[in-house]
């Protein structure tokens, strides 16, 4: 694998279900991103994470909660998400933090029912 | 404040033309990147080329090249020669170099005819 992957691509759930993105990076950079683009917006910056640590957290809701495990893994954690949490979820890595060359996945697309 | 803006929300152009897409920016870092993004249909963001704001010359990467005018605060991209493949949407994006933020426009959509 290279670059950056992202599972699953696609997800549906419900309001009340509880579910995990993941985001694994091949490019030994130091800092991950989480990004919502939701349609006929710009991408919104939500979870900055600098050598595992979070160093950014952009008034995002508690029902998304990131984790990092090390510095190629990053999850998304959801629970008793909103219909208009549906969006497609990107994620990206890039040297450090202050590098702004930012490399993305795929992205999942996710649908709350 | 950070600001960057896409006017075009769609754009045309024929096959093998040359087309410009329009980016406008406003900061007050001193320091500062510009990048341009496509973002096919698959939903992959994928990074095109980088302007630095004390980078002396415009940057090329291939059939890309970025017109940029710092007292203009505009980083317009230019794609050459265009491709059905090139059929996307393109986002501008400005970078702090102090938090390495990058806050992104509303993009664009280019498509290319036949």
């Known amino acids: 694998e290279t670059g950056v992957t992202q599972t699953p691509r696609h997800l549906v759930m419900g309001m009340t279900n509880k579910k995990s993105l993941k985001c694994e990076q091949h490019l030994g950079h130091n800092a991950m991103y989480w990004y919502k683009q939701s349609a006929k917006k710009p991408l919104e910056l939500m979870f900055v994470y600098n050598f595992k640590e979070q160093t950014e957290n952009n008034s995002v809701p508690s029902r998304f909660s990131p984790e990092c495990p090390n510095s190629s893994h990053l999850f998304l954690h959801l629970h008793t998400l909103q219909p208009e949490d549906s969006a497609l979820y990107l994620c990206?890595?890039?040297?450090?933090?202050?590098?702004?060359?930012?490399?993305f996945g795929p992205g999942t697309r996710l649908t709350v029912t | 404040a950070q600001k960057i803006t896409q006017t075009q929300p769609g754009m045309f152009v024929q096959e093998k033309e040359a087309v410009t897409l329009d980016c406008t920016y406003d900061?007050?870092?001193?320091?500062?990147?510009l990048f341009w993004y496509k973002q096919p249909s698959s939903g992959e963001m994928i990074f095109l080329i980088y302007q630095g704001s004390y980078d002396q010359q415009n940057a090329t990467e291939g059939r890309y090249s970025l017109n940029f005018q710092k007292a203009r605060k505009s980083a317009n991209l230019v794609i050459s020669a265009s491709q059905l493949g090139d059929s996307a949407m393109y986002f501008c994006a400005l970078g702090s170099s102090n938090t390495g933020k990058l806050i992104f426009g509303q993009g664009t959509t280019l498509q290319v005819k036949p």
């Open positions: 990206a890595s890039s040297q450090a933090s202050g590098s702004n060359e930012q490399y």
């Open positions: 900061t007050s870092d001193p320091s500062y990147g």
